[in-house]
């Protein structure tokens, strides 16, 4: 960005988000007229995350010649991201009703301004899970990537891979093609990451001027909770399920520390899918596994915006000085191990889930209710994007572990910060920190070794 930045990518990275934030704070119309540089950032990543993940997972599953093994490996995925949501879930309900952060606000419904939640409203009352399920099945192949719908590319890619391993030798050519391209796509993918600097820093800038840091102060209790309540969720639940792997939360942490600050600036996970199939997989675990699990945890294992929607709900209702029962909160809960699958990881998007649940409790808490955390949303919807990231990761991890995909030692030497000489090509651009085992703009090309090594362990 200057002459004097940092040259590593965590360091620029670092160095946008505090000059945004310092823009956004002296001058706030200034830091939100910046706004477009972050939005070109995402939707630059947007651009190439469907054909990334329809080429890693298509040649991931072409190289298994196992349809049983991708049945498992899915399986496998599902039932981890089912405990781990309600999981997350239940401890949100149960910080929410004894913490009680809305009690005391004593807050009338019929003074409540509906009006800046009206979109949010009208897009809840489209969310419901047959929906959900059948928009999985894109209207047309292209469909798919021009949409950019994360479950409808997986689902056309598995079947891609399922055919191109059915045939084998006569598509050799197709599966070569599609191989080469996976080298294309992330040459493609580390030229966007040079501008992840400029781009968290438009977003930050955005986020403090048009929000202001005192907007914290309005509702900081629930904010409070939610960050110190993941934060345990983090370190003890999730650290505790990736030392059953042999492994430890703040060397990954520090593994994944630009992807944090990516997300943090832009409170979305979706910049970073692709970097994470890459570190995933240079970490230790089967390509196959990383292209199954990763992508559906983005759409089944959101565990940092399953705990928001049970804590928020708690809080409207205390807020609004409405007593809820224990059946009651059995209800939400059943509504929300539903609702909450449809939930997607872009801005808002918890948001208009969050609209849709309320409306399916039969009027107990009014959907009105939402505009008391309007406006403190875009800071809770930083620490979702943080806690579904950390989610995910571990998930793939464990999974990988769970199906005897996970090189353990491997993992703990990248973690280490050693650097290995990876088997891949490596498609970093010329004077990147594509060497450092950390670095997010490293990433593996084409290589039939990776693809029998992924076999071998799955």
């Known amino acids: ?265 832009t409170s979305t996970t979706e910049p970073v899918l692709p970097l994470l199939l890459v570190k995933l997989q240079r970490l230790g675990c089967a390509k196959p596994v990383v292209g199954l699990t990763l992508p559906l945890g983005y759409a089944f294992n959101l565990d940092g915006t399953s705990m928001y929607f049970t804590l928020a709900i708690p809080f409207i209702a205390q807020a609004l000085n409405i007593h809820l029962t224990f059946g009651e909160y059995a209800g939400i809960l059943a509504v929300l191990l539903v609702a909450s699958k449809g939930a997607a990881t872009a801005p808002g998007a918890g948001f208009i889930t969050l609209a849709a649940t309320l409306a399916a409790l039969n009027g107990k808490v009014p959907v009105a209710g939402i505009v008391l955390i309007l406006g403190v949303d875009r800071f809770m919807s930083e620490a979702r994007g943080i806690g579904n990231l950390y989610g995910n990761v571990v998930a793939t991890i464990f999974v990988s572990w769970w199906e005897g995909a996970l090189d353990v030692n491997r993992a703990r030497r990248v973690l280490a910060g050693e650097v290995i000489e990876d088997e891949n090509a490596a498609l970093s651009e010329p004077g990147s920190n594509g060497g450092e085992t950390g670095g997010a703009l490293a990433f593996p090309g084409p290589s039939t070794k990776l693809a029998g090594m992924a076999t071998s362990a799955g």
């Open 1 to 265: 960005m200057l002459k004097s930045a940092p040259k590593s990518l965590y360091a620029q990275v670092i160095f946008g988000v505090i000059l945004g934030a310092l823009v956004g704070h002296f001058w706030p119309s200034v830091g939100a007229d910046m706004k477009p540089l972050g939005d070109a950032f995402i939707r630059a990543i947007r651009m190439v995350v469907a054909p990334i993940i329809f080429v890693t997972i298509a040649a991931g599953i072409a190289q298994l010649h196992d349809g049983n093994k991708v049945g498992r490996i899915g399986l496998k995925a599902l039932v981890y991201f089912e405990v781990m949501t309600t999981f997350a879930m239940i401890i949100g309900m149960v910080v929410g009703h004894f913490v009680a952060p809305g009690s005391g606000m004593n807050i009338d419904p019929n003074t409540l301004d509906t009006a800046s939640i009206a979109a949010y409203t009208a897009k809840s009352a489209h969310q419901d899970f047959t929906g959900f399920l059948v928009n999985i099945i894109p209207n047309t192949i292209v469909g798919a990537f021009a949409t950019g719908d994360t479950l409808q590319v997986l689902l056309l890619a598995i079947l891609t891979g399922f055919a191109l391993g059915h045939l084998r030798q006569r598509v050799d050519r197709i599966t070569e093609i599609i191989d080469q391209s996976t080298a294309v796509l992330f040459r493609v993918l580390a030229i966007i990451m040079r501008f992840a600097p400029l781009g968290v820093f438009g977003a930050m800038a955005f986020s403090v001027g048009r929000y202001g840091v005192g907007a914290l102060m309005q509702l900081g209790l629930l904010v409070l909770c939610f960050y110190v309540t993941l934060l345990v969720f983090i370190v003890v639940v999730l650290g505790c399920v990736l030392r059953v792997t042999g492994l430890r939360l703040w060397p990954l942490t520090r593994y994944i520390r630009e992807e944090i600050v990516i997300v943090l600036s």
